[in-house]
């Protein structure tokens, strides 16, 4: 895919030198910046997914902006330090977190509540096996981020399944449903929040219910909130634990990765306000041994917090933009697709079922006629079957092209 022929798209270098403002407008994540031989997951990994490097990659959940120029700042001033070695917590990182969560979302946190974790997924896996023992039922809600479903079965535990109602294209969880599994003896739920991939931000009245049917059956509830930095207005992320004076069995775990786009330097932080349950979860934590983070990581990650915010105010207008871009486009030009726009996330659902395809063949058609690389509904779950996820945090002009060429493929399409 020769990106350089993209009209209108400024070019540039992987290693371009750092700009000196930190002002910020939709022509720096318009700006394509290729990936290739960094060794990329999303670009350089297409061939072991797609079967060839010949698609757009639109999948993972990784985006393709270059990040605020004080975390590049920060990590060229590190990096020439010439002594990479252990390296202990910033002091500053805790109340830069703290002001975070109180900016960014109204929560108050203590700082003895953060727990650092090298990344999200270890957090869940580590909680299953902290506060389930093997046989045990952990509730997850499809169509969900995958590894949800192996925290639960690559430690022994039992899947327990709550599936989304999708009220054409508007997905509601399923209450009643819910307390028929925590009735089932669940001792925990993992909830995604804001949902990936189906791009709810759950309103405070889910999660108050959620909170009731945990409370009635003594059931602890993880919430996954890597994406709730990018919500989009009038949508408000509401942190599970800010409702703690409800319950004790709450814990939220937040990250940078998805907000400052640096999902490759690994962090996050799980916070708990019941001191026992905190304490549960750090001894399972500890028998890991997972506590401590490279200098590079904990650099960029006190740069972001401390200096990242107006380049996320950016991005969020961006990708509002983008995405109501896509949505104008499939409405105009592939009505075949059914869309809704997403609350949170830079994630879109598609459903491409009116085309008659099944996965296996979607999934071809998309890399072979239309060059796309998207992710395959099916890998989230139960109601993921014919569905597409959309990842939009590339330059719009990418995101657009790759409609373009779904356009033209699904018009050839004989069925
Ligand atoms: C909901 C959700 N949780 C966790 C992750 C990954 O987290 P980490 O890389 O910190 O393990 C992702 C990445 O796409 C995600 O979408």
Request: glycine share 6%; hydrophobic share 40%.
């Amino acid at each position: 895919m020769a990106f350089a022929t993209l009209a209108g798209c400024q070019q540039q270098q992987g290693g371009a030198p750092v700009a000196s403002t930190t002002q910020y407008s939709s022509s720096d994540f318009d700006a394509i910046i290729s990936r290739l031989n960094t060794n990329s997951v999303k670009w350089d990994g297409r061939t072991a997914v797609f079967g060839t490097d010949d698609v757009i990659p639109l999948w993972v959940a990784d985006g393709d902006f270059a990040v605020a120029n004080p975390i590049q700042q920060a990590l060229l001033q590190r990096a020439q330090h010439p002594i990479y070695g252990y390296t202990r917590h910033p002091h500053e990182l805790r109340q830069l977190l703290v002001n975070w969560q109180s900016q960014r979302h109204g929560w108050a946190i203590e700082p003895d509540w953060l727990v650092t974790m090298p990344g999200v997924v270890p957090t869940l896996y580590a909680a299953v096996k902290a506060l389930t023992n093997e046989g045990d039922a952990v509730i997850v809600q499809p169509p969900v981020y995958t590894p949800f479903f192996s925290a639960v079965t690559d430690n022994n535990r039992r899947l327990l399944l709550n599936p989304l109602k999708n009220n054409d294209g508007h997905y509601e969880m399923d209450f009643e449903h819910l307390e028929q599994c925590a009735k089932q003896g669940a001792k925990l739920l993992l909830l995604c929040s804001p949902h990936n991939p189906i791009g709810r931000v759950w309103t405070r009245d889910e999660l108050l219910k959620l909170i009731d049917i945990s409370n009635r059956y003594d059931m602890t509830i993880i919430s996954d909130e890597i994406h709730a930095d990018l919500v989009y207005a009038p949508h408000q992320h509401i942190p599970l634990l800010s409702l703690d004076d409800l319950s004790d069995k709450l814990v939220t775990i937040f990250a940078p990765s998805k907000t400052f786009n640096m999902p490759g330097l690994g962090m996050a932080f799980m916070v708990a306000s019941d001191p026992g349950l905190r304490a549960q979860l750090v001894s399972e934590f500890k028998t890991l041994h997972i506590e401590s983070n490279n200098p590079f990581t904990l650099t960029a990650v006190q740069a972001a917090y401390a200096q990242g915010a107006d380049w996320v105010d950016a991005l969020l207008p961006y990708l509002a933009e983008t995405q109501q871009q896509v949505i104008e486009f499939i409405h105009q030009h592939l009505p075949q697709i059914k869309v809704q726009s997403s609350e949170g996330t830079f994630l879109m659902w598609l459903d491409f079922s009116s085309l008659g395809l099944d996965d296996k063949k979607l999934h071809t058609f998309l890399v072979e006629q239309a060059k796309v690389g998207l992710s395959a509904g099916i890998s989230y779950g139960k109601g993921g079957e014919e569905f597409m996820r959309l990842n939009i945090a590339a330059p719009r002009a990418m995101v657009l092209q790759a409609l373009d060429q779904i356009k033209r493929a699904v018009n050839k399409l004989v069925l």
